[in-house]
């Protein structure tokens, strides 16, 4: 849910297409994004408490209940979806990896995508995990046209990095390669996200150029595009890459959909939290950084086949 979003707007996933485009490095082999809706956690996390090499970092109240509380929109496969009740994907996987070197349990709890930063602001999460791009705008709390701030930045703790994609009803991209070919066409996104951002964007060069604007088709959840893009209401979806992969893998036994042009927009997904809970922010850093050079991290990413979105070191607020 990228750079722009979330991908841009205060709650967006992962901007402009002129942004250095990279190719798409093959197909992912992947195994396998409201309102409060659910809580839940990866079943395997060990709570070792004070025995785990980074509980001592932890803030007291977080040390005294063992539990992190991630808010997370958790209908964005493979970063995040249920799977037979229980909640799966790259940022469970990770999280559990962090929890083993924290002694804590992550607690996911389920939200529209476009509310977590609000939940976060709130004190409603300690965290809010969920595909979500680190980007200036939402570190200082700026509104991401405007350039005006509109209410309290949020620090990122960077674990990953991921580009945008378009995809089509397989058999039927009705020209589209790129963004630019989007020009009066219909596109299906999902409300905030970096996807969203560029759209727009895109829009208006259409408009200048004469071309014929972008229909945008916003929606709750990633899943929600994809069905509209099945019936054929839009003509294109554009969502991350790990997310656009997947559901050119797995949707209709991968009959359903095909990937078009190239990956846009490579940014770093982080951990977002409040810039009051900077001993959490440097918990967490310490514990990414724990992970990567034990191995932890590099087992989840082969597990989801997205080594190539790896970090080699943990950073605070590296999106630009």
């Known amino acids: 849910m990228t750079a722009s979003s979330t991908h841009r707007p205060a709650a967006a996933r992962s901007h402009t297409a002129a942004a250095g485009a990279i190719a798409v490095a093959g197909a992912l082999l992947l195994t396998g994004c409201g309102d409060m809706r659910d809580k839940a956690g990866p079943a395997d996390q060990a ?3 004070s025995e785990a090499p980074l509980f001592a970092k932890l803030p007291k109240r977080i040390q005294d209940s063992k539990v992190i509380k991630v808010g997370s929109d958790i ?3 493979p970063v995040e979806f249920k799977k037979n009740g229980k909640v799966v994907g790259i940022d469970p996987d990770i999280a559990a990896a ?39 705008d939402r570190q200082e709390g700026k509104d991401s046209k405007t350039g005006k701030k509109v209410t309290d930045g949020v620090d990122f703790v960077d ?8 995809y089509t009803k397989k058999g039927d991209t009705k020209g589209i390669s790129s963004w ?24 208006e060069k259409c408009e200048k150029d004469d071309k014929g604007s972008i229909s945008i088709e916003a929606f709750d959840t990633d899943l929600e595009a994809q069905t509209r893009l099945k019936a054929g209401g839009v003509d294109a979806v554009s969502s991350d890459f790990p997310v656009a992969a997947y559901a050119v893998k797995t ?27 900077a001993q959490l922010r440097d918990a967490l850093k310490a514990a990414l950084e724990a992970i ?3 191995g932890a991290y590099e087992k989840v990413l082969q597990t989801w086949g997205v080594e ?13």
């Open 180 to 203: 630019a070919d989007l020009c009066d066409k219909k596109v299906g996104v999902q409300r905030g996200t970096v996807s969203d951002d560029m759209a727009k964007a895109e829009s």
């Open 292 to 294: 990567i050079k034990n």
């Open 251 to 277: 949707s209709g036994g991968g009959k359903d959909f095909e990937a078009v042009g190239e990956q846009v927009e490579a940014a770093p997904y982080g951990i977002a939290l409040s810039k009051e809970n």
């Open 159 to 166: 674990y990953f990095t991921a580009g945008v994609s378009i």
């Open 308 to 320: 190539a979105g790896a970090v080699k070191e943990a950073k605070v607020n590296g999106g630009s």
């Open 47 to 49: 709570v070792k408490g």
């Open 98 to 136: 962090l929890g083993k070197e924290l002694g804590v349990r992550f607690e996911f709890n389920n939200g529209t995508f476009d509310s977590l930063l609000i939940g976060l602001r709130s004190k409603r999460y300690d965290m809010a995990m969920s595909a979500m791009t680190d980007t200036k």
């Open 75 to 77: 209908a964005y496969p």
